[in-house]
């Protein structure tokens, strides 16, 4: 290890050690104007941050893409500091986070906290999409409630210092991770970026002033050997990270066949804890129904995005569509899926690697359709010797399985299949007409408490709950360092909840004006992160706007972009 590395992690671990004192000495009302000033100059640097981002992701400065990163970068920092500061302030003023919340019982012995919408505003912009936190099971609400505010309830006692190993594909994601080490576990944060995200580091610096300025964040870039210094380092208390099983394990465990050993004997590497966020293969159940021409290429477009969005590059993208064999409008859903597909816009794999996990998906598949630069697999099977099952491709590539059976036999078995054939635990999709989820009743409301994932989303994107500042994000609970599957622990989660389960977020199954037709009653059209949405750029930079400064001034011209959609 180089003297120049070691002076530069030694350096920034005793600025941190300081700043810990000053954490602990930093009363509520304090830690709140700190989020106020996080929020403040996340909104004085959002252009900068999205002008980067796009240079990084080859977007041009005319690309509906750039939507996303409007959305996935400085909205997600801004909703996330004003819901944190929100939180701080029920502590504040002697109430808990969860006070006001809608609580209520959930299947098996959970219960359910209501967390979107919150006001009249999230009503209006998101109309028709909600999202509650289940507990564990046996977890009370009178013990959410009290326990509600996790590190913020006795902010005196600091963690000490975490190690935050940031991702290369999501823009907030590293943000936001060391806002929860900051607030859920009381500690403050060496940040390493990843190096794909190195040219964001000005405008990272510029946002986390007022807390690097207080000594409780530091920001470092370089490659492995400065995250091994970091993570290693005696005086990190601990690590989260975000990124692949196999780079977790290389943290725990280490390499080669020393790291098998280790690993079999159960002897881990590292001494500290670690939690973590790591992908895996998500899939999308599609349940037979009756469906209109129109809701056969919305849901097209629906699942394409679920794909598609920034590339395939996310730890939630669905990999697999889970479909009946038998649904008569399952060769219609096909090609309006492949059109879908087609029509995104095309853009560039900046991520590393990309190419070649294609390339790999066509080899390990011969019929695999090339629609483009994209990859769609039919006839893949679902069980758990399936390569596409096991396999996080991270790169353009959707699979199908085709299940028997009709609605109800279909999504019990769908379920199973999803639970126990698939790798990892972080995310799954449901899509399935109102009156198709009305005939099923309680069969479906199990289906729902079954799925062992993270964020469940019915007739909506898993990506969503990622998007809800008071959402949870992160694994099914459950995981064990030997077993890592989606990682350890949860993020996000500004009202600070204590055991999460799930997230679990609801939308239309139709978009406006034609939701209203059928009945559904909700005002949102389609979707501006949909990859076929061509004003997404505009209504997600005023989105972005309005998360910055609230107002109802700012509504006429998003609702003017979205619905031009």
Known sequence: MSSTLTSTVDTAIAALRVGEKTWAATDLAQRRRLLEQLHAATAAHAREWVDVAARIKGLAADSPLLGEEWVSGPYSLLTATTALAESVRALENGRSPIDGYPIRPAPGGRVAVDVFPHGLFDRLLLNGFRAEIWSRPGVDARTVRARAGLGQRTPRDTGGIAAVLGAGNIFSIAPLDVLYQLFADNRVVALKLNPITDPLLPVLERIFAPAIERGLVRILTGGADVGAALVNHPAVAAVHMTGSAATHDAIVWGTGGAGAQRKASG????????????????????????????????????????????????????????????????????????????????????????????????????????????????????????????TEYFAPVLGVIEIPGAAADFLA???????????????????????????????????????????????????????????????????????IQSGIGVVHNALLIPEPERTVVYGPFRPAPRSIAHGEFTLSPKPPWFVTNCTGATTLRRLTGFAAKPGFAALPGIFASALRG
């Open 267 to 390: 002897k881990p590497l590292l001494d500290k804890p670690i939690s973590s966020e790591l992908g895996g293969v998500s899939p999308t159940i599609v349940v037979p129904g009756r469906w209109s021409d129109a809701d056969l290429r919305f849901q097209a477009e629906h699942l394409a995005t679920q794909r598609l969005h920034n590339n395939g590059y996310n730890c939630v993208a669905a990999q697999v569509a889970v479909i009946s064999a038998e649904w008569p409008q399952k060769q219609r859903f096909l090609d309006e899926l492949r059109a879908a597909i087609e029509r995104a816009p095309q853009r560039a794999d900046y991520y590393p690697g990309s190419r070649d996990r294609v390339a790999a998906a066509r080899t390990t598949y011969p019929h695999a359709q090339a629609i483009g630069p994209r990859t769609l697999i039919e006839g893949l099977a679902p069980t758990r010797g399936e390569p596409a099952l096991r």
């Open 413 to 483: 078995e769908a379920v199973r299949v999803c639970n126990d054939e698939f790798e990892g635990t972080l995310g799954v999709n449901l899509i399935a007409h109102p009156r198709t989820i009305r005939r099923l009743g309680s069969e479906f409301d199990t289906a729902v408490a079954t799925l062992r994932y993270g964020t469940v989303a019915v007739n909506a994107w898993t990506g969503l709950g990622y998007l809800t500042a008071r959402a949870t994000w992160g694994a099914f609970p459950g995981h064990t360092l030997d077993d």
